[in-house]
Structures are given as structure tokens and as C-alpha cells.
């Protein structure tokens, strides 16, 4: 399913300038991270996990979002913990945290454990559909394609030329 982003992609430069004052990175994954929260928080089993014989489920409090990272030691899939109390340059520091660590290879036990929900971002290679693989305990994925320009026809503006 395609949305329409182009509200967000210009909140995002207006914040931009603000988020670089503070030495904070602002890509579009804090305000995915945040937007995966919220819709978490209207369907808490989303944000569950099951036992081992698929017979009980846990339902979490916190939003610990992982995202996927491709490092030199390949895929892995550290979390962003308590998104759901977290504004978005928060979320965007805990990133470029996440990120500086994983590029060195230093991301340890406490940021690769504890994920409520992960969300899968193709888009960065180009992608536009996936099948996304849900990582146990966890009940639920969300998966991002690329972010791309498509010609759409809006009938609210039919009438206005």
C-alpha cells in the first residue's frame, strides 16, 4: 500500500536545521518509529508476544522498535527502547547512537535484545515490496518501501484550475 508523504518530507526539513543544531541526524525512520508507536498503541497485539507452543500471549508496555541494519557482520536488528515516550529527536539520536555502534561493531546484548516490534526499510536499497520475516517472540512486522515520486489524480482539485 502507498501514502501520500509529502506533509511529512517537508516537516522533516523544516526540523532538519533543528535537529543538526543539536548534532542529531534526521532521517525518516524516527518519524516511521514514531508513527509504528502510535498505531501500536490503537492495536496493543501488534505489540505481543506468544510462548513457545503458541498458546499464551504476553502484551507489552513498551515500544522497543527494532530496526534492521546491515553491517559488516551482516543483518542485525537492534531496538530502539520506549519509543512510545521518546519525541522524534530522541528516536533520531538513539538511531545515529544505534548506527555509530553498529558500524563499528560494538552494538552489544542490551541494544540487540528486548524488541517489542521491528520495522524492515527496503527502501534504502531501492525496494519497493518485501517479505518481511518476524523475529520470535515477536507477533508482528512492518516493512517500508522506497519513498518515491508517483503521479496520483486528486479529485479535490478538480474545478480549482
Not at 508496555?61 to 515516550?85: E, S, Y
Amino acid at each position: 500500500r502507498s501514502s501520500d508523504l509529502t506533509q511529512l518530507v517537508q516537516l522533516r526539513k523544516e526540523l532538519k536545521p533543528v535537529a543538526e543544531s543539536r548534532g542529531i541526524k534526521l532521517s525518516f525512520m524516527p518519524f516511521f518509529l514514531k508513527a509504528a508507536s502510535l498505531g501500536l498503541l490503537h492495536y496493543p497485539v501488534l505489540n505481543a508476544s506468544v510462548d513457545e507452543n503458541g498458546q499464551h500471549i504476553t502484551y507489552k508496555a513498551a515500544h522497543n522498535i527494532g530496526i534492521a541494519m546491515d553491517t559488516q557482520g551482516g543483518l542485525i536488528v537492534p531496538n530502539v527502547k520506549n519509543v512510545q515516550l521518546c519525541s522524534i529527536f530522541e528516536i533520531a539520536a538513539e538511531i545515529n547512537r544505534l548506527q555509530t555502534l553498529g558500524v563499528s561493531g560494538q552494538l552489544g546484548t542490551k541494544e540487540l535484545t528486548g524488541g517489542t516490534f521491528t520495522i524492515s526499510n527496503i527502501g534504502t536499497i531501492g525496494g519497493t515490496y518485501t517479505k518481511p520475516v518476524i523475529l520470535p517472540p515477536e507477533v508482528a512486522i512492518g516493512a517500508l518501501g522506497k519513498m518515491q515520486v508517483l503521479p496520483r489524480f486528486n479529485s479535490k482539485e478538480i474545478g480549482r484550475a
